[in-house]
């Protein structure tokens, strides 16, 4: 049974950066990948960020050129830089890991991202 523990949300500017960290109590490896996703309210959740066990990284075009996923494998820990963010980010974001056998995906508890204008 994994456990992903996000942190690093808060309140920023528009046009301001902030670090989101998911640390998981295992080793990242176990997982075929990992990613971020976000959930505005009245909205449903979606992708913004995946690396694969393999390093492929992968975001959806809303946040292409602002958002980096990276990972720190000693740390077991998978980040998600925010750069030039927009109150249209706001959102509740949630650290993803997913298992192929057997299939399941594991989630965090989310942490909050508000973006002021």
């Known amino acids: 049974q994994a456990q992903l523990v996000e942190s690093g949300g808060g309140l920023v500017q528009a046009g301001g950066s902030l670090r989101l960290s998911c640390a998981a109590s295992g080793s990242i490896f176990s997982f075929a990948a990992m990613g971020w996703y976000r959930q505005a309210a009245g909205k449903q959740r979606e992708l913004v960020a995946a690396i694969t066990r393999g390093g492929t990284t992968s975001y959806p075009d809303s946040v292409k050129g602002r958002f980096t996923i990276s990972r720190d494998i000693a740390k077991n820990t998978v980040n998600l830089q925010m750069n030039s963010l927009k109150p249209e980010d706001t959102a509740v974001y949630y650290c993803?890991?997913?298992?192929?056998?057997?299939?399941?995906?594991?989630w965090g508890q989310g942490t909050q991202v508000t973006v002021s204008s």
């Open positions: 993803s890991a997913d298992l192929v056998t057997p299939p399941w995906k594991y």
